[in-house]
């Protein structure tokens, strides 16, 4: 990977990284604008200064945009949920997997390299 596309890279992490921004752009990946309220109910614990800042960093960097029936994804911000959906595919199994290690007696599960991260997980 050439170093201009490691900076890329890396400038979309972090704003991905910030708090609840995945979760806004998973919440209008469905393709219906939803209005403040309704985004902060789908989001889940986020709280209203919280998402103010979040949704004008999204519009900042072109991914999320506002219009008069509410906010909805960008061209760009729809083509980042598409890729999003293998991450929908493997959490299920990854999940899945984490439950299976974390049931197993310690000297088994000493065997596996995940053996530090087993601990069930509740699927939200």
Same mark, same amino acid.
């Given at each position: 990977?050439?170093?201009?596309?490691?900076?890329?890279?890396?400038?979309?992490?972090?704003?991905?990284?910030?708090?609840?921004?995945?979760?806004?752009?998973?919440?209008?990946?469905?393709?219906?604008?939803?209005?403040?309220?309704?985004?902060?109910?789908?989001?889940?614990?986020?709280?209203?200064?919280?998402?103010?800042?979040?949704?004008? +960093?999204? =519009?900042? $960097?072109? /991914?999320?945009?506002?219009?008069?029936?509410?906010?909805? %994804?960008? @061209?760009?911000?729809?083509? *980042?949920?598409?890729?999003?959906?293998?991450?929908?595919?493997?959490?299920?199994?990854?999940?899945?997997? +984490?439950? =299976?290690? $974390?049931? /197993?007696?310690?000297?088994?599960?000493?065997?596996?390299? %995940?053996? @530090?991260?087993?601990?069930? *997980?509740?699927?939200?």
């Amino acid at each position: 990977m050439r170093a201009k596309d490691r900076i890329a890279v890396i400038q979309l992490f972090d704003l991905l990284e910030a708090r609840y921004a995945l979760r806004v752009i998973w919440a209008l990946s469905d393709g219906h604008p939803q209005t403040f309220r309704l985004l902060q109910d789908s989001v889940g614990g986020v709280t209203p200064n919280t998402l103010n800042t979040r949704l004008k +960093q999204l =519009r900042a $960097a072109r /991914l999320v945009d506002h219009g008069g029936d509410g906010y909805r %994804l960008t @061209s760009q911000g729809t083509d *980042l949920a598409r890729r999003l959906v293998e991450v929908q595919q493997f959490a299920p199994k990854w999940v899945q997997r +984490q439950n =299976r290690l $974390a049931a /197993l007696p310690r000297s088994a599960a000493s065997d596996s390299s %995940l053996q @530090s991260t087993a601990q069930p *997980l509740s699927a939200a």
